[in-house]
């Protein structure tokens, strides 16, 4: 008699209570008839332990496998192989998308659309989302929105990364890679029983690189690496039906920010380039020369974090207290004009102190017929945020000359009267001063939930799903935009304005307009509230649900079809005083396939999703074509709709030999938007490419007791951006034909191991970018219409390491 879908489940079950159990004849033999079988992949996404594959939701899991076959130090290193996901940006400012919605705004005073989980925890911010893999068992990536079950902060998504936990056996590790571009690296990890009821279990890691980039004029390299990172788990078991595991975080992140390549070729010093400059001209910055003179250059951040989960089986159910506790440092202060000429200096930095507590009860049960899940979250969020912009007065007075502000011979300002006070005989320089703008905000936020979510089994082949949230969001904010600081400039001005009543009478009037000019701000210029802090508040609430249905019409296949919310909490505009917002939404229609083929080692998923997004807030660049100086950064509102594809495939032919692709496909477009340059982008495209995906396989050669060979090749495909009229001014597409923005973009990665036959020693070499594929990611137009300077960012070359493992 063919066995119905109960008893299949039934006998996985079975098979599951015994491989978790102690080490047993019947565990073994049930795991050596499996090495020739695709492994079982157990995941959270729905807040309770279900297999991938009944999970009826758009998942791709990343295990450590592939985090070890691509040599990923951290989500930025992953994202190409995860079709559909985009991590772009630096470490400390990050930008998340999923599906095309990303997280547009790095302010304090807004939530990121894409949230970033470690162990359930939300982990604070973008700031604190790229840490270091660290003992890492898997990672989910969540596709489409998740409000239900994750909250606020996954509109488009989530990233659940997964740790190890401490067990009752001893297991240590020490591994170390070393590569070109001075590539140094080692982790260690030891895991050891206290006692009958307590294991602990240590990791650490380190990771130093030279970097690949140079300075044309100093040699010195600019974009190296330098962090480490350690983690502590101590688990209790506290009786038979009770455990608590205490989990502590730290990570140091201090090296050099971002290098910014100038593209435009610059006239002999001290000529200023053309303003706009000519994207005819512009240099290939893959072969350009690199200058950049940022005075404290800095990429850094400090983050310590710890977590303590209670974990009790009551018989009826299951019930978990999750409290956690974050705090993370940054500063990120970084070259936005591409040269190191003084005359044309500008920096920007971004300063953050985060602090943030979570606690969150929740109950689960299984009576057979409904299997559910229930909670109650409280988060406390405390931010501080310093955006500052540094110039010299020799850029100020570029900035002067190019936007006509100063009635003088040569339109400068500062050069102007230091050669007026020279030419009677006075000692003093208005250049060569250090010019400081900044805002100031802060931010209290707070959020309470209710949620719920039930599988309502129908019969033994339908189950029911619905799940609704309630959130609560407070949140209190305020802006500061002080006085511009120059102290050296000011010491100088009041040297000088004794002696502005012995000028002749022509340059008396022009002296006193230097004056007043040289003591207001140029960015940050907010007449009446300067120098006054101002402060809002206000609350949102939002009802998050979701419905799921659920259709087995053999043991093996699953139809799913779904609607889902996502929402994303009202906020702040960091750099606009005054400025706030109302919720995000977006609504997902989904429906799909899961389905495993066991007499092919092979199992597939697919689904089709249509969501609309409304009152989708990002920050853009505002070519302030008033001509008053700097362009700014606002956040701008719009409504986008998109349809897609997603579809991945597991494949284990033989024991030796496995495969796996995953594929997305995407029309994402504006439904109703204005850009800050006025042009009308309803029904263009958000940038978002049509096609991407990954291909991924392994080879084991067995060498009986010489141990075996690995051989692992990943390749990723990433389709070209599409464009629309605001794409050349946000530095997202091509606007010279010397180099193509936004074209798409291939990697190859290449793994070869050798494993002894105890498998206590391992050896491999690897290559990442095997074909050294070269790509120009984005230009930066911040200083393009008052400086003349333009540049570009570019993707990493090839880099070749080898790694040694012992364990134990």
Not at 349 to 354: F, Q, S
Not at 485 to 491: E, K, N, Q, Y
Not at 641 to 662: C, M, R, Y
Not at 749 to 772: C, E, I, K, M, P
Request: one cysteine or more.
């Amino acid at each position: 008699m063919k066995p119905n879908h109960l008893t299949l489940s039934l006998r996985r079950a079975l098979l599951t209570t015994c491989a978790l159990a102690a080490p047993s004849a019947f565990a073994q033999q049930a795991a050596q008839e499996e090495t020739d079988t695709l492994e079982r992949i157990v995941v959270t996404a729905q807040s309770r332990e279900q297999e991938l594959q009944e999970v009826p939701i758009a998942i791709q899991v990343i295990d450590e496998k592939l985090i070890d076959q691509t040599a990923a130090y951290d989500l930025q290193d992953l994202d190409t192989f995860i079709p559909g996901l985009n991590v772009t940006g630096q470490k400390t400012q990050p930008y998340f998308a999923v599906r095309g919605i990303s997280t547009g705004d790095f302010g304090i005073g807004t939530d990121p659309a894409v949230g970033v989980y470690i162990d359930g925890v939300y982990s604070a911010r973008s700031g604190g989302a790229v840490l270091a893999f660290n003992d890492v068992e898997r990672i989910e990536v969540l596709k489409g929105p998740q409000g239900t079950l994750f909250g606020r902060n996954s509109a488009a998504g989530a990233v659940a990364v997964v740790t190890k936990q401490p067990g009752r056996d001893v297991e240590a590790r020490v591994r170390t890679r070393f590569g070109d571009d001075g590539l140094r690296y080692i982790d260690g990890l030891l895991n050891t029983p206290l006692g009958e009821t307590t294991a602990l279990r240590v990791s650490a890691l380190r990771n130093e690189s030279d970097g690949w980039l140079r300075d044309a004029a100093t040699g010195k390299h600019l974009n190296g690496e330098d962090n480490w990172a350690a983690r502590m788990a101590l688990r209790w078991d506290i009786s038979n039906s009770t455990n608590a595991v205490l989990t502590w975080d730290h990570e140091n992140l201090d090296q050099l920010a971002r290098p910014a390549i100038g593209i435009v070729p610059l006239p002999a010093a001290p000529d200023w380039p053309p303003t706009p400059p000519d994207p005819l001209r512009y240099l290939d910055p893959r072969h350009a020369p690199l200058y950049n003179d940022v005075e404290g250059n800095e990429e850094s951040r400090s983050f310590d974090g710890a977590t303590l989960a209670l974990n009790h089986d009551a018989g009826w159910g299951h019930f978990t207290s999750t409290t956690a506790w974050r705090e993370f440092d940054t500063v990120n202060r970084e070259d936005e004009d591409g040269t190191n000429r003084r005359y044309l200096y500008l920096d920007t930095a971004n300063i953050e102190n985060n602090r943030s507590f979570y606690q969150e009860f929740k109950f689960s049960g299984d009576t057979g017929r409904l299997n559910w899940v229930a909670g109650a979250s409280y988060y406390r969020e405390k931010a501080e945020q310093t955006s500052q912009v540094n110039v010299f007065t020799d850029s100020l007075d570029t900035l002067i000359r190019t936007t006509g502000l100063a009635p003088t011979p040569d339109g400068t300002l500062f050069g102007f009267f230091t050669g007026v006070l020279n030419s009677f005989d006075v000692p003093l320089s208005l250049l060569d001063h250090r010019w400081r703008e900044e805002m100031n905000n802060t931010a209290d936020s707070r959020a309470w939930a209710l949620f719920g979510d039930t599988i309502w089994k129908i019969s033994d082949r339908s189950n029911f799903t619905f799940g609704l949230r309630y959130t609560r969001d407070e949140k209190k904010f305020s802006w500061l935009n002080g006085p511009r600081s120059a102290p050296t400039l000011d010491a100088t001005l009041a040297q000088i304005e004794p002696l502005i009543a012995q000028l002749p009478p022509e340059l008396q009037e022009q002296a006193l307009f230097a004056l007043a000019v040289a003591s207001g701000d140029f960015v940050f210029a907010n007449g009446a509230v300067e120098g006054r802090r101002v402060r809002d508040n206000d609350s949102w609430s939002d009802l998050s649900p979701r419905f799921v249905f659920d259709f087995h019409p053999t043991p093996d296949t699953m139809l799913f079809a779904s609607l889902a919310k996502g929402y994303k909490a009202g906020g702040y505009n960091s750099l606009d005083i005054g400025a706030k917002f109302d919720n995000e939404d977006v609504w997902n229609l989904e429906t799909g396939i899961k389905q495993a083929v066991p007499e092919h080692n092979l199992q597939w998923n697919a689904s089709v999703y249509h969501y609309v997004y409304s009152d989708r807030q990002a920050i853009r660049l505002d070519p302030n074509d008033d001509g008053s100086g700097v362009p700014r950064y606002l956040v701008d509102t719009s409504d986008e709709k998109a349809w897609g594809i997603d579809a991945g495939l597991q494949w284990q032919p033989s024991k030796a030999f496995s495969l796996d692709a995953n594929i997305a496909y995407i029309n994402a477009t504006y439904k109703d938007k204005i850009a800050p340059s006025g042009a009308d982008l309803s029904g263009q495209a958000t940038g978002e490419p049509y096609l991407s995906f990954s291909l991924g396989g392994q080879y084991r050669w067995d060498l009986d007791s010489a141990g075996d060979i690995v051989v692992s090749l990943r390749h990723s495909y990433r389709g070209k951006s599409r464009c629309n009229a605001d794409s050349q001014l946000q530095g997202d597409c091509s606007i010279s034909p010397n180099f193509d923005v936004g074209e798409a973009q291939q990697r190859t990665d290449l793994r070869v191991g050798w494993n002894d036959a105890s498998d206590h020693f391992r050896l491999a070499a690897f290559a990442t970018n095997l074909f050294d594929k070269r790509y120009v990611e984005n230009v930066g137009n911040y200083t393009t219409d008052v400086f003349g300077t333009t540049y570009a960012t570019i993707s990493p070359p090839r880099l070749y390491g080898v790694e040694l493992e012992y364990r134990y």
